[in-house]
């Protein structure tokens, strides 16, 4: 079971706006730690899509945003695209745990 | 540009022991942290350890499930970092990914880009 809890999955039709959620507790996201995103195309290694809440990577088409707010993050996909069809997952730092580094379940997007 | 290149998985039998290596170029190696994370088959991400720089003591840290199994290790002259895994079980079937820091050790708002290919590990007897 993992630290943060991702729906495991999400669609969209092409054009779209979905949201994925990312929830954690107060020995992570809501002790004010960051949250980043990864997308994960399929047969694939991840990317970072996301970093620092709502920073975009150069390259990362701004149709891609974070947000934060109290023990939870999302990640907002708009004018959804074929080629968005991918896991994302996401990471954050955990003050309880040893090593600190926790994941997101990960969220399956299908562009429907 | 970053490169990242992971190399030494393969099939191995429980019990049995391997050693990951992760090529590096592209970036001033000895300067920054290096870490690895899994992925079982079908599964999600897992954070295995990193290592520090060697400005940062160059230590390394480790997740609970692979603690005094798993070694990390880095040779700054060669820009290598490995992974030598011991006592696997079935469970640590996964692929490997050597992924670079943004510092020469872990804080609090760390990210992990750019991530390399992944190599997998296979336990079976």
């Known amino acids: 079971q993992s630290v943060l809890t991702q729906p495991p999955s999400v669609s969209g039709a092409p054009g779209q706006r979905v949201t994925i959620s990312c929830t954690g507790s107060?020995?992570?996201?809501?002790?004010?730690?960051?949250v980043h995103w990864y997308q994960q195309l399929p047969g694939t290694a991840p990317k970072l899509l996301i970093f620092?809440?709502?920073n975009r990577p150069s390259g990362v088409p701004d149709r891609f945003s974070g947000s934060k707010s109290g023990t939870s993050a999302s990640l907002a996909i708009n004018g959804l695209q074929a080629e968005d069809e991918a896991d994302y997952y996401c990471?954050?730092?955990?003050?309880?745990?040893?090593?600190?580094?926790?994941f997101g379940g990960g969220t399956k997007l299908t562009v429907v | 540009e970053v490169q990242l290149e992971e190399s030494g998985g393969g099939l191995v039998q429980p019990g049995g022991s391997l050693r990951l290596s992760c090529a590096s170029s592209?970036?001033?190696?000895?300067?920054?942290?290096m870490s690895w994370f899994r992925q079982a088959p079908g599964k999600g991400l897992e954070w295995v350890g990193f290592?520090?720089?060697?400005?940062?003591?160059?230590?390394?840290e480790y997740a609970a499930s692979v603690k005094g199994r798993f070694t990390i290790s880095r040779d700054d002259s060669k820009s290598i970092t490995y992974l030598q895994m011991y006592s696997l079980t079935t469970e640590d079937t996964a692929i490997f990914y050597c992924?670079?820091?943004?510092?020469?050790?872990?804080?609090?708002?760390?990210?992990?880009?750019?991530w390399g290919q992944g190599t997998l590990v296979t336990v079976s007897s």
């Open positions: 592209g970036f001033a190696f000895g300067e920054y942290g």
């Open positions: 107060s020995y992570n996201i809501g002790a004010g730690y960051d």
């Open positions: 992924v670079k820091m943004p510092y020469g050790t872990y804080r609090g708002f760390n990210w992990f880009d750019p």
């Open positions: 620092g809440n709502n």
């Open positions: 290592i520090r720089s060697r400005a940062h003591g160059g230590t390394p």
């Open positions: 990471q954050s730092y955990d003050n309880s745990l040893s090593g600190h580094v926790v």
